[in-house]
């Protein structure tokens, strides 16, 4: 059993900051992929960006250049630095997991991103 779980939410004002940690527990012999997606009402959940164990790292368009995302594999967690926020960074963010030796995709529960005008 794999568990992830985010925390770190919270609400900003446009222009502000905010770090999203993720750790990841249970029956892990290693974790391919970490990243963080997000789901804004009435939107399908899309990529904001993701890190793979050998350090390569892929983020959404709309969030390069503010948001950083970085992980420890020996601690199996994933953080995401959200600087600049815009009202439309406004989301559930889910943490993400690609356990290697199984390839099953894991979720956490979902922190609440919510930055206002």
């Known amino acids: 059993q794999v568990q992830l779980v985010e925390s770190g939410g919270g609400l900003v004002q446009a222009g502000g900051s905010l770090r999203l940690s993720c750790a990841a527990s249970?029956?892990?012999?290693?974790?391919?992929?970490m990243g963080w997606y997000r789901q804004a009402p009435g939107k399908q959940r899309e990529l904001v960006a993701t890190?793979?164990?050998?350090?390569?790292?892929n983020y959404a368009d709309s969030v390069k250049g503010r948001f950083s995302i970085s992980r420890d594999n020996a601690k199996n967690t994933v953080r995401l630095q959200m600087n600049s926020l815009k009202p439309e960074d406004t989301a559930v963010y889910y943490c993400?997991?690609?356990?290697?030796?199984?390839?099953?995709?894991?979720w956490g529960q979902g922190t609440q991103v919510t930055v206002s005008s």
């Open positions: 890190a793979t164990s050998y350090g390569s790292t």
């Open positions: 249970g029956s892990i012999f290693s974790i391919n992929v």
């Open positions: 993400n997991a690609i356990i290697s030796d199984t390839g099953r995709t894991h």
